[in-house]
């Protein structure tokens, strides 16, 4: 009896204990992260306030960093769980509710209202979860672990600028994994490049306030090549016969140029007889949906450099908009190629210059626009589908 009253007493202790110190962690902040920050004139009193109770790397955060959903699962899973019927309820509502400012927003800058809505409703649930981890210790993490070492690096100069403004204090500096902060999550550059101060307050608080961080979104945007009046894209049939060959970016042409190839709208609305340029995207292969993309979702795309994010940034703003849900099916994904298999595509591919985006063993829009262009040069078949027969090809080189 005495000895398990003495061991609930230690798990007890355990439990309340507070986590040991990294001492090498501890020596990287001192010896790394101080003289980087000095140099751009940091005072060591804000500093160490900056990172006061931060004695170890935050093991969350390489473990989201290494699965991010929009990167590591097919284009509809993560729509699946992205536009979800209370998202698009939600963001009808506001919309409503909020409605002059939408407006307002959107007369100042020329950024469609439900795609803004359509971003605050991705990154933080309508300003639910803005994110509760210190920008601090996730930034030193990144950067101590050698994961996103540039982007790490910069981002805490930035950050530091942050504090220094007094917008915030060390003590609610919070943020995502990757210190993306506020209503609309941006990061730290982003905020000092972006952020504006709607409210004339004189604070540019996209934390607090959700009209600064709305404003801040369009302003983003607009600078980003945001081109009022147009459309992100739509889901759209390709016409029996269309020459594969022509999907992807490489491939941009006059809306009304697509139409008179035959490409109309897979709900039965109207494509716009536009100049606008465009090109057709595959997210999940040729045998799936179709897109015929615009530069604004490549706007979208600067604040997520992900083209699932980006459609399901454009398709939610679509649904609060009150349109329809993708009329197409998406196809089965399970190819015959392991994940190592998966890999050495895609790094091939890139080696011979068919861009794939990341080596990463996920097939997004990228990796199918690279099959069918290695499939063009080679004389084969535009079927776009990766496999261990295409992957022995590829192995032989162009």
């Given amino acids: 009896m005495r000895k398990t009253f003495i061991a609930a007493l230690l798990a007890v202790a355990a439990?309340?204990?507070?986590?040991?110190?990294?001492?090498?962690?501890?020596?990287?902040?001192?010896?790394?992260?101080w003289p980087l920050v000095k140099?751009?004139?940091?005072?060591?009193?804000?500093?160490?306030?900056?990172?006061?109770?931060?004695?170890?790397?935050?093991?969350?955060?390489?473990?989201?960093?290494?699965?991010?959903?929009?990167?590591?699962?097919?284009?509809?899973?993560?729509?699946?769980k992205a536009v979800t019927p209370?998202?698009?309820?939600?963001?009808?509502?506001?919309?409503?509710r909020e409605a002059a400012l939408l407006s307002a927003i959107e007369k100042k800058y020329g950024v469609d209202r439900h795609i803004l809505l359509g971003i605050w409703g991705m990154e933080?649930?309508?300003?639910?979860?803005?994110?509760?981890?210190?920008?601090?210790?996730?930034?030193?993490?990144?950067?101590?672990?050698?994961r996103k070492r540039d982007y790490a690096r910069e981002q805490i100069v930035a950050a530091f600028k942050i504090l220094k403004s007094g917008v915030r204090t060390p003590e609610n500096f919070t943020g995502s994994w990757a210190a993306a902060m506020g209503h609309t999550q941006f990061i730290p550059t982003s905020y000092i490049s972006r952020a504006v101060d709607w409210t004339g307050d004189g604070v540019r608080d996209i934390w607090g306030s959700k009209e600064d961080a709305l404003a801040s979104t369009a302003n983003y945007l607009n600078k980003s090549g945001w081109i009022p009046g147009l459309s992100w894209g739509w889901e759209i049939d390709l016409p029996k016969g269309f020459e594969r060959a022509l999907i992807g970016r490489t491939n941009r042409k006059p809306i009304l140029a697509w139409i008179g190839m035959g490409i109309v709208r897979a709900d039965g609305g109207k494509l716009p007889k536009s100049d606008a340029r465009a090109f057709v995207m595959v997210p999940q292969g040729v045998n799936g949906p179709a897109f015929l993309v615009t530069k604004n979702f490549e706007a979208i795309m600067t604040y997520n450099i992900s083209h699932s994010y980006?459609?399901?940034?454009?398709?939610?703003?679509?649904?609060?908009?009150?349109?329809g849900a993708i009329v197409g099916n998406w196809p089965d994904t399970s190819f015959d190629l392991s994940y190592e298999q998966r890999l050495e595509l895609q790094r091939r591919l890139n080696n011979l210059?068919?861009?794939?985006?990341?080596?990463?063993?996920?097939?997004?829009?990228?990796?199918y626009e690279a099959i069918i262009a290695y499939q063009k040069r080679v004389g084969l078949p535009l079927d776009g589908v990766?496999?261990?027969?295409?992957?022995?090809?590829?192995?032989?080189?162009?």
């Fill in 124 to 146: 933080s649930n309508f300003g639910k979860d803005k994110g509760s981890m210190k920008v601090m210790q996730s930034l030193a993490t990144l950067l101590y672990a050698g």
């Fill in 310 to 323: 980006a459609l399901a940034v454009g398709h939610l703003a679509d649904r609060i908009r009150g349109g």
């Fill in 15 to 33: 439990i309340a204990a507070p986590a040991q110190a990294d001492a090498k962690f501890e020596a990287f902040i001192e010896n790394t992260v």
């Fill in 39 to 80: 140099k751009q004139g940091v005072a060591r009193g804000l500093f160490d306030k900056a990172f006061a109770g931060i004695a170890e790397p935050d093991a969350s955060v390489l473990k989201l960093a290494g699965n991010q959903p929009e990167f590591t699962s097919t284009t509809s899973a993560y729509l699946e």
């Fill in 86 to 96: 209370i998202r698009i309820e939600t963001g009808q509502q506001m919309k409503a």
């Fill in 386 to 398: 990766p496999s261990v027969k295409l992957l022995q090809r590829v192995k032989k080189g162009s």
């Fill in 353 to 367: 210059g068919f861009d794939t985006g990341l080596v990463d063993g996920r097939f997004g829009a990228r990796t």
